[in-house]
């Protein structure tokens, strides 16, 4: 049955992996995220769930046994953050060019140096030309709705592609906050059964994975992998609307609030923009028609989209928790 709890932002994280039933988890513990396997971990040692958790030594591993198991034919998922999600950096490529479905939690922190264990999208952003899908959240609920339907989009046949999704450390993730959880069966209805594309373990139809590519089939690969991010922008939208049926939340790649006569506009990302939104009703309340654009999906990035959503805005701030050194803006 459904239910409504009070929970931190990385509790309703490994609540949606509860209810998802992953094969296997590969863990490695840092802040902010390290709740998130903890609780999952006590699920894995109560029999809620089916999962084969694999402890590791670092983050590097633990993506590395995530793409190991996924390439076997399993739903795999796993969550770090920051300086942890530095040293998954190498096999974040392997993953989304070898086209295997799974998802990541990215609890967003600051990375080193100096040292800083608080909120800041520098981790997530940094991996944008990974060729992962990125969601961010605004809030736990965000959190949780967004892990479920990271899964269909990340196995639909026509993407294939892994899912990082992203809330801020601390804000969102050690903050406790209303959550509507469906009911178990719902989302299990909803995810339906994984169906693995050529598995390492099939061995009637033998595979090889990770070969050699020189110039010619290196660029038949890279072209595919843009196709399906091409392709997912649609994927992204259909699932978004069977969600909405079955949960009364539909979701989209971004979340207008009062821009369709707004003449100033504020453009941001996560936990910011509930702050945003009073900042904007006062203004109103000044007289100034403004509004925000909450970015939702910033991989595949819907540029057209947010172009035509603005189009009639004057003016447009947009604040960001990262910073691109040398390049335009965050």
Same mark, same amino acid.
């Given at each position: 049955?459904?239910?409504?709890?009070?929970?931190?932002?990385?509790?309703?994280?490994?609540?949606?992996?509860?209810?998802?039933?992953? !094969?296997?988890?590969?863990?490695?513990?840092?802040? #902010?995220?390290?709740?998130?396997?903890? &609780?999952?971990?006590?699920?894995?040692?109560?029999?809620?769930?089916?999962?084969?958790?694999?402890? *590791?030594?670092?983050? $590097?591993?633990?993506?590395?046994?995530?793409?190991?198991?996924?390439?076997?034919?399993?739903?795999?998922?796993?969550?770090?953050?920051?300086?942890?999600?530095?040293?998954?950096?190498?096999? =974040?490529?392997?993953?989304?060019?070898?086209?295997?479905?799974?998802? =990541?939690?990215?609890?967003?922190?600051?990375?080193?140096?100096?040292?800083?264990? $608080?909120?800041?999208? /520098? &981790?997530?952003?940094?991996?944008? !030309?990974?060729?992962?899908?990125?969601?961010?959240?605004?809030?736990?609920?965000?959190?949780?709705?967004?892990?479920?339907?990271?899964?269909?989009?990340? +196995?639909?046949?026509?993407?294939?592609? #892994?899912?990082?999704?992203?809330?801020?450390?601390?804000?969102?993730?050690?903050?406790?906050?209303?959550?509507?959880?469906?009911?178990?069966?719902?989302?299990?209805?909803?995810?339906?059964?994984?169906? #693995?594309?050529?598995?390492?373990? &099939?061995? $009637?139809?033998? *595979?090889?994975? /990770?070969? %050699?590519?020189?110039?010619?089939?290196?660029?038949? $690969?890279?072209?595919?992998?843009? +196709?399906?991010?091409?392709?997912?922008?649609?994927?992204?939208?259909?699932?978004?609307?069977?969600?909405?049926?079955?949960?009364?939340?539909?979701?989209?790649?971004?979340?207008?609030?009062?821009?369709?006569?707004?003449? *100033?506009?504020?453009?941001?990302?996560?936990?910011?923009?509930?702050?945003?939104?009073?900042? %904007? &009703?006062?203004?109103?309340?000044?007289?100034?028609?403004?509004?925000? =654009?909450?970015?939702?999906?910033?991989?595949?990035? #819907?540029?057209?989209?947010?172009?035509?959503? =603005?189009?009639?805005?004057?003016?447009?701030?947009?604040? !960001?928790?990262?910073?691109?050194?040398?390049?335009?803006?965050?």
């Amino acid at each position: 049955m459904r239910k409504v709890v009070a929970i931190t932002g990385n509790g309703a994280a490994a609540q949606a992996m509860r209810q998802i039933n992953p !094969d296997v988890c590969a863990a490695y513990p840092i802040t #902010p995220s390290t709740q998130v396997m903890e &609780d999952f971990s006590q699920f894995v040692a109560d029999g809620l769930v089916n999962t084969e958790l694999i402890t *590791v030594e670092s983050e $590097h591993s633990a993506q590395s046994a995530c793409v190991g198991a996924a390439a076997a034919g399993g739903r795999v998922m796993n969550a770090t953050s920051a300086n942890g999600l530095a040293l998954m950096w190498e096999i =974040l490529y392997i993953a989304s060019g070898s086209r295997l479905p799974m998802i =990541l939690t990215v609890v967003n922190r600051a990375l080193s140096a100096p040292i800083n264990i $608080h909120a800041d999208h /520098g &981790d997530q952003m940094g991996c944008r !030309d990974a060729g992962w899908i990125q969601f961010y959240s605004e809030n736990a609920q965000e959190q949780y709705d967004n892990l479920i339907q990271a899964v269909p989009i990340s +196995e639909e046949m026509n993407v294939r592609l #892994p899912v990082m999704v992203g809330m801020d450390g601390f804000i969102i993730s050690h903050s406790i906050e209303r959550l509507e959880m469906l009911a178990d069966e719902e989302v299990t209805d909803f995810l339906g059964e994984y169906k #693995p594309h050529y598995p390492l373990l &099939d061995i $009637h139809n033998p *595979v090889t994975y /990770g070969p %050699v590519a020189f110039h010619d089939y290196y660029f038949e $690969h890279k072209r595919q992998q843009v +196709e399906a991010m091409r392709c997912a922008k649609d994927v992204i939208l259909d699932i978004g609307r069977k969600y909405g049926k079955l949960s009364d939340r539909e979701y989209g790649f971004f979340v207008p609030y009062r821009l369709d006569d707004a003449e *100033v506009a504020v453009v941001a990302i996560g936990s910011a923009c509930g702050t945003i939104r009073v900042a %904007v &009703d006062q203004l109103r309340q000044q007289g100034i028609k403004a509004g925000l =654009l909450k970015i939702r999906c910033f991989r595949p990035f #819907p540029a057209q989209e947010i172009a035509d959503a =603005l189009a009639s805005v004057k003016a447009v701030a947009v604040l !960001d928790r990262s910073d691109s050194f040398g390049g335009l803006g965050g």
